[in-house]
């Protein structure tokens, strides 16, 4: 981030003590040294700050790959040093790349001949496919609306109020209107009624989620493109699809391999999928893919040869490592179908386990369904005493990382705690957390309620002294809601 803050005012400078042993004179912290230290000093000075980090297996707040097999470590390690921008120095590498595109365009039934190849890309993430997707059907409306003689300055996208910030983006920093369908009480992804009522002639796409981030549901993008061919019908529009597969677009073609939400509809034009989520890579890696060549205006790739040889380039970005691509096509041809296949059951199967031990505890209400992103989003049925931020907080002494969010409009009065479950998480796990959550519940009942909070208040303004001691507990509660409303007052709006 380009905006940063110091964690200290009053501590400038970086201790350790095991690297003592090497160097004795404290680092700046906010200033590079003068003068250089041991290689074992520095590692040891980051390493004792690293293992203050939360164990990446236990952030159940996040969708992207944390394990894979050792013989791909040894794989990434090795092209580590590699850049995947030099493709004349780099051939397989990039063949690699084309590789992993065409077997996700037919992963997603793109309509391709017999030898003809796929069009895609290779990007940082979703975000980056995100940003790629749009530009391109903002330049093929902005083309047809100059061929017809009219305005082509006002672009609008249509999209629920349930995507993600990358959407958000890419409508602010490329100047494109977001109009979002709002959500509601019980249905909390974008109702395709309603958005293809939104559409108009300057809607460059409708953006559908495969996999919502708030409760793993996908929309019907079926519905929507029915829905969508019957109105471009009666107005001479053409207004595309785009599909947001980030989560849900290597766990679909698994599970629900009838489910219609790809290339199969006539108006999904594009598709973006994270390798680095269920696509089962390390954070780095995600795919833009195009029905055809006429969906990628030519005039939005870039050729260079100063690398070596002539190379089309569409990125946001340039220099990036090859690792990443290089991991994905190991795990497409090591897991195969029959593998993937596995892997997205074995998830589902310890998602049903970790929803059932929750409802069984009667305490909360389930918010995610059973068909989609293998996730369990769950709010407490009775908050009036405590609220899913201070089981989010407690759920942190026993180490797991479980987000507690509201949700967007019109159901932000709707707050929830979410588990991811990937790979990794086994149903042993589950039953763990299931544990620890009921631990947390009966700590929080023992401590007094907001009503006796509210009393106490009350009876302050009508000058009675009420004192409550506080317990060891409440304390140590006091401390995450103070940070948190520290981060809160200090957040800066539109920042991510």
């Known amino acids: 981030m380009v905006l940063s803050k110091t964690t200290s005012e009053s501590d400038v400078s970086?201790?350790?003590?095991?690297?003592?042993?090497?160097?004795?004179?404290?680092?700046?912290?906010?200033?590079?040294?003068?003068?250089?230290?041991?290689?074992?000093?520095?590692?040891?000075?980051?390493?004792?700050?690293?293992?203050?980090?939360?164990?990446?297996?236990?952030?159940?707040?996040?969708?992207?790959?944390?394990?894979?097999?050792?013989?791909c470590d040894k794989l990434i390690m090795s092209s580590v040093n590699k850049n995947y921008v030099d493709m004349d120095e780099y051939p397989?590498?990039?063949?690699?790349?084309?590789?992993?595109?065409n077997i996700i365009a037919h992963l997603f039934n793109a309509p391709l001949g017999e030898s003809?190849?796929?069009?895609?890309?290779?990007?940082?993430?979703?975000?980056?496919?995100?940003?790629?997707?749009?530009?391109?059907?903002?330049?093929?409306?902005?083309?047809?609306?100059?061929?017809?003689?009219?305005?082509?300055?006002?672009?609008?996208?249509?999209t629920g109020a349930n995507v993600q910030v990358c959407w958000k983006k890419f409508a602010r920093y490329f100047e494109v209107e977001l109009k979002e369908v709002k959500l509601r009480?019980?249905?909390?992804?974008?109702?395709?009624?309603?958005?293809?009522?939104?559409?108009?002639?300057?809607?460059?796409?409708?953006?559908?989620?495969?996999g919502s981030t708030l409760?793993?549901?996908?929309?019907?993008?079926?519905?929507?493109?029915?829905?969508?061919?019957?109105?471009?019908?009666?107005?001479?529009w053409d207004t595309p699809i785009h599909v947001d597969a980030a989560s849900g677009g290597f766990i679909a073609p698994f599970l629900c391999p009838e489910l219609e939400w790809d290339f199969r509809l006539s108006l999904v034009k594009s598709i973006n999928v994270s390798g680095h989520k269920y696509g089962l890579v390390y954070a780095g890696i995600g795919w833009a893919i195009w029905r055809s060549k006429d969906d990628l205006p030519e005039e939005l790739i870039f050729h260079i040869n100063y690398l070596g040889a002539d190379q089309p380039t569409f990125t946001l970005n340039f220099s990036k490592g090859s690792s990443q691509v290089i991991a994905q096509y190991?795990?497409?041809?090591?897991?195969?179908?029959?593998?993937?296949?596995?892997?997205?059951?074995?998830?589902?199967?310890?998602?049903?386990?970790?929803?059932?031990?929750?409802?069984?505890?009667?305490?909360?209400?389930?918010?995610?369904?059973?068909?989609?992103?293998?996730?369990?989003?769950?709010?407490?049925?009775d908050n009036s005493k405590h609220n899913?931020?201070?089981?989010?907080?407690?759920?942190?002494?026993?180490?797991?990382?479980?987000?507690?969010?509201?949700?967007?409009?019109?159901?932000q009065h709707v707050t929830v705690l979410r588990v991811v479950i990937r790979e990794d998480f086994s149903c042993t796990l589950a039953e763990r957390l299931v544990c620890d959550i009921q631990n947390v519940l009966h700590e929080l009942d023992s401590l007094p309620s907001?009503?006796?909070?509210?009393?106490?208040?009350?009876?302050?303004?009508?000058?009675?002294?009420?004192?409550?001691?506080?317990?060891?507990?409440e304390t140590q509660m006091e401390i995450p809601t103070i940070s948190r409303k520290f981060v809160m007052d200090k957040k800066t709006n539109g920042v991510c």
């Open 14 to 71: 970086v201790h350790c003590t095991f690297a003592s042993r090497y160097v004795r004179t404290s680092l700046p912290r906010f200033k590079i040294p003068e003068q250089s230290i041991p290689k074992e000093a520095a590692f040891q000075i980051i390493n004792d700050e690293l293992m203050l980090d939360g164990n990446p297996r236990l952030n159940l707040a996040s969708f992207v790959t944390t394990w894979m097999e050792p013989e």
């Open 92 to 101: 397989v590498t990039t063949e690699l790349q084309n590789r992993c595109v």
């Open 116 to 158: 003809e190849a796929a069009v895609g890309v290779g990007t940082v993430g979703s975000s980056e496919a995100i940003m790629l997707a749009g530009l391109a059907f903002k330049r093929k409306w902005q083309n047809k609306m100059k061929d017809q003689g009219k305005p082509f300055d006002k672009p609008n996208i249509v």
């Open 185 to 210: 009480q019980d249905y909390y992804v974008m109702d395709p009624d309603k958005a293809v009522e939104m559409v108009d002639e300057n809607t460059i796409c409708v953006a559908a989620i495969l």
């Open 215 to 236: 409760n793993g549901e996908y929309e019907d993008v079926k519905r929507l493109n029915d829905l969508l061919v019957q109105k471009n019908d009666k107005t001479g």
């Open 330 to 381: 190991y795990q497409l041809i090591r897991l195969g179908h029959e593998g993937y296949t596995n892997v997205m059951e074995n998830c589902k199967e310890n998602m049903l386990v970790l929803k059932d031990g929750l409802e069984k505890t009667g305490q909360f209400n389930i918010i995610s369904k059973d068909d989609g992103v293998p996730l369990v989003a769950f709010s407490l049925k």
């Open 388 to 411: 899913e931020f201070e089981v989010s907080d407690l759920l942190r002494r026993y180490g797991w990382i479980v987000p507690a969010y509201t949700m967007p409009p019109d159901a």
């Open 450 to 473: 907001k009503i006796v909070a509210k009393i106490a208040e009350k009876g302050e303004k009508n000058g009675s002294v009420i004192v409550i001691k506080k317990s060891a507990l």
